[in-house]
């Protein structure tokens, strides 16, 4: 076992797990980075200085014990590391993979500057890691309460609350619309980041604590909120936002231009074995792509092409590299694995006729701040230029999209869709309908799979003190028409 002592942090630097060598990663749709050895996770617990305010544990949406679960590591502890850390994170061995540590927790490390910031996601995913190898597995010991909860959508948001309440003695019941839990974690994020197993086995550990979800199941189809609200002692909701943003130019709908959360679900599904029939696979080897935008799934997409075969990926995003909403991390990588980026172009067009063949662009140059402090960028007149392709994946990002029945149920929202659940309020998260609470992307708009959970373990309290203060079921709105659904269990 390494040993810690005053100035081990100046002894051995920050290392982060070994990563794939670029050119064999992108033969393979598996993550690129591999696992520590125990001796390595223990060496870079230590570097953790133990600060007296632990700034790591404040920038972590759902406040880790992070400086605790490093001391438990280091002395030899693993399992009580994970029992800690499986105590304010709902999915510690997700969020420690796909968190955009540079910006929160490591962001904020006292040994950020100057030395290297302690690996935190990669050790919390090595204590959760280690702790499942050794047979270690979440459990509840409280009784039943014999309390009973609909959660839909079973995504981040829905996965931390019925986490919660099943902590708490409440049966969570989780609905969602897809053949498999996860939400975006398996819909959505590509496997290189996360690969699906790692899900699939905690739907596992969420089941044998006591979760139930049926699955193929959409609420306002299958099933109406009226009946959850009818049947269950409440409701949570986790839909996440799903209106893709569109750029507003000609070309948009030409064969060959494709959105991109259906291009990488599409491909996540071929690799997975789950593509429904008659859905093709949408892959472009021997191609050259385009893909516009900035973020995350910008580069989730350029890495998904480059690792289909794509002749070239080009990014196009209107701002500097500086001011990219995307992960540096994963910038760094789709840089490592070929991908061209050219900053500070605006798309005007996308040219072609029965096919694509290529991008108008315009360059820009960067101008004052707007009120989030982000520069606007300034057309520069004259410099259009065309960038050929023959596909273009549109990655602008998304916003909520409302469920047409929110109004029949009494669920408000704000003027840009996003459901009103506020979190300072006598029952944290609960929605304009007493009996139903709300969180994740549809709440704050589409952001972090660790502000999901977050908001779900929010709500999750909110709703047990709601039932702690037992009260009665308001009427559920709407026609009910005495129907029974033969899957509320
Ligand atoms: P979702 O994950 O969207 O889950 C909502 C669930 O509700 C879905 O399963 C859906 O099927 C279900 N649902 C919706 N309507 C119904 C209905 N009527 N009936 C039944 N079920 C329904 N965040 C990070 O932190 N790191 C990353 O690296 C990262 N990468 C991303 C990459 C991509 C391509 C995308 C799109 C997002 C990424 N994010 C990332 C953001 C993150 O995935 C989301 O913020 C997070 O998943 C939101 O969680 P949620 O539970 O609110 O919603
Ligand atoms: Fe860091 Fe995310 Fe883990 Fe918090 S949940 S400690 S922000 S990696």
Redesign the pocket.
């Known amino acids: 076992m390494p040993t810690k002592n005053a100035h081990h942090y100046l002894e051995v630097p920050r290392q982060e797990p070994v990563k794939k060598r670029h050119d064999l990663r992108i033969q393979s749709f598996g993550e690129i980075y591999t696992q520590y050895e125990n001796n390595m996770a223990v060496s870079q617990a230590n570097r953790c200085l133990g600060c007296g305010v632990p700034y790591c544990k404040w920038q972590c949406p759902v406040t880790n014990h992070i400086p605790e679960w490093l001391k438990l590591l280091s002395e030899g502890n693993v399992i009580a590391a994970a029992e800690l850390s499986n105590q304010t994170n709902s999915l510690p061995e997700i ?1 420690g993979r ?3 540590q540079d910006r929160l927790c490591e962001g904020a490390c006292t040994l950020h500057d100057g030395f290297g910031a302690v690996t935190i996601g990669s050790i919390e995913q090595f204590i959760s890691e280690e702790a499942f190898r050794q047979g270690w597995r979440p459990t509840v010991n409280v009784p039943p309460t014999g309390k009973r909860v609909a959660v ?8 931390a609350c019925a986490d919660i309440l099943v902590r708490n003695g409440v049966h969570p019941v989780v ?4 053949p498999e ?10 496997p290189f ?2 690969e699906k197993e790692v899900v699939l086995r905690r739907r596992a550990m969420l089941e044998e604590m006591g979760v139930t979800f049926i699955l193929n ?5 299958d099933t109406s909120l009226g009946q959850l609200i009818e049947a269950y002692d409440a409701v949570f909701l ?5 209106a893709m943003r569109r750029g507003n130019f000609p070309g948009e709908a030409l064969p060959g231009v494709h959105q ?2 259906p291009y ?1 679900v599409s491909n996540i599904r071929h690799h997975m074995g789950w593509m429904p029939d008659g859905q093709e696979w949408v892959q472009f080897k021997d191609q050259d792509v385009v893909v516009l935008g900035g973020g ?2 910008a580069m ?2 350029v890495r998904t092409a480059i690792r289909q075969g794509a002749s070239s990926v080009t990014c196009i995003y209107r701002r500097d590299e500086a001011n990219m909403p995307g ?1 540096r991390r ?1 910038v760094a990588n789709a840089k490592e694995e070929g991908v061209q980026f050219i900053w500070n172009a605006q798309p005007e067009a996308i040219l072609g006729g029965t096919a694509v063949t290529g991008v108008r662009v315009v360059s820009t140059e960067m101008g004052q701040p707007d009120a989030k402090g982000r520069r606007t960028p300034q057309v520069v007149p004259g410099s259009e230029q065309t960038i050929p392709a023959d596909a273009v994946v549109l990655a602008f990002g ?1 916003q909520p999209n409302p ?1 047409p029945w929110f109004t029949q149920y009494g669920i408000d929202t704000d003027e840009t869709g996003r459901v009103l659940a506020p979190a300072e309020s006598q029952f944290p998260y609960q929605t304009t309908n007493p009996a139903v609470f709300a ?4 709440v704050r708009g ?7 959970v977050y ?2 373990r929010q709500a999750a309290e909110g709703i047990l003190q709601y039932l702690q203060a037992g009260i009665s079921q308001p009427a559920a709105y709407g026609n009910l028409s005495g129907e029974s659904s033969p899957c509320i269990r």
């Open positions: 969020c796909i968190c955009p839909v959508g079973a995504g981040p948001a829905g996965l609905y969602d619309q897809q839990i996860g939400g975006l974690l398996t819909f959505g994020i590509p980041k996360l199941h959409r609420v306002g189809k986790g839909l996440g936002t799903y991109a959360l990488l995350d799934t989730d997409c992960s994963e998304f469920a969180g994740g992307d549809m589409s952001d972090l799979v660790v502000t999901a908001e779900g």
